[in-house]
C-alpha cells in the first residue's frame, strides 16, 4: 500500500538555526499535507500542498512538492522555541489519510 | 477551523474492562470520522472509519470485535475498547472534515490517553 517515508525522526537545533523535514514516497502522491502536533497534544493541520513543483509559505515555514509528487519538504527559517514539536506529513484521500513517521524537533534556547 | 471534542483525555482501567472513548464534531456535522491510535513517539495510525448509520470500516489488522466503533448521530462518534489489556493501552484519536473542506484537512480532537493496569 501507499507509504510516506519522513527523515529525519528527530532534529535538534539552536534557536535561530534553520530546520528541515523530508517526506518521500515510491509512488506518485495526489497530494501532502503536513500537520504539527505539540508535546502532548494533537495533530494541527497546517496546509495542502496538490500541484507538481507548488511551493507555499506561511511566514518562516515553506512547504515545497516535487515536480514527481513523490516529495514534499518543510523549511522552517530561523527556528524558535515555539516550533517545538513533531511534523508529520500525510497523504491521502476523502479524510483517510497516511501519516509519516514525523521528525521530531527539539530547539535550544 | 472546525472543532473535534474528544471525551475523556485520560482513562486508567483494569485488565477486562471495557472502555468508551467519545468524538464529538462541535460545529459542524460529519458523516464521516476517523479513529487513530499513536504509540508513545510514533505515528498515527489509521484504525477505522466511523460512517453514520451504517458500519464502520476497519483497517487490515485492526480487530472489529475488540474496538467497536458506533456513529449514531451526525456529531457523535464513539470507540469502545473491549476487554481491554495493557498492549492495547495507548493514545486514541478521532478526527473529522467538514463537508466542502480540503480533502486532507483533518481536524483532529484532543485525543484520550488509556492506560490499562
Known amino acids: ?109 | 477551523g472546525a472543532v473535534v471534542s474528544q471525551h475523556p483525555s485520560r482513562v486508567i482501567c483494569k485488565s477486562g474492562t471495557s472502555v468508551k472513548i467519545e468524538c464529538r464534531s462541535l460545529d459542524f456535522q460529519a458523516t464521516t470520522m476517523f479513529w487513530y491510535r499513536q504509540f508513545p513517539k510514533q505515528s498515527l495510525m489509521l484504525m477505522a472509519t466511523s460512517n453514520e448509520g451504517s458500519k464502520a470500516t476497519y483497517e487490515q489488522g485492526v480487530e472489529k470485535d475488540k474496538f467497536l466503533i458506533n456513529h449514531a448521530s451526525l456529531t457523535l462518534s464513539t470507540l469502545t475498547v473491549t476487554s481491554a489489556h495493557p498492549e492495547d493501552s495507548s493514545f486514541y484519536i478521532c478526527s473529522a472534515s467538514p463537508s466542502g473542506g480540503e480533502v486532507g484537512e483533518l481536524f483532529f480532537g484532543e485525543g484520550s490517553r488509556l492506560t490499562v493496569l
Open chain 1, 1 to 109: 500500500g501507499q507509504q510516506v517515508m519522513q527523515i529525519p525522526q528527530y532534529q535538534h537545533v539552536q534557536e535561530g538555526e534553520d530546520f528541515t523535514t523530508y517526506c518521500n514516497s515510491s509512488t506518485t502522491l495526489s497530494n501532502i499535507q503536513w500537520y504539527k502536533q505539540r508535546p502532548g497534544g494533537h495533530p494541527v493541520f497546517l496546509i495542502q500542498l496538490v500541484k507538481s513543483g507548488e511551493v507555499k509559505k506561511q511566514k518562516r515555514l515553506t512547504f515545497q512538492f516535487g515536480e514527481a509528487k513523490k516529495n514534499s519538504s518543510l523549511h522552517i527559517t530561523a527556528t524558535q522555541t515555539t516550533d517545538v514539536g513533531t511534523y508529520f506529513c500525510s497523504s491521502g484521500n476523502t479524510g483517510k489519510l497516511i501519516f509519516g513517521q514525523g521528525t521530531t524537533l527539539q530547539v535550544k534556547p
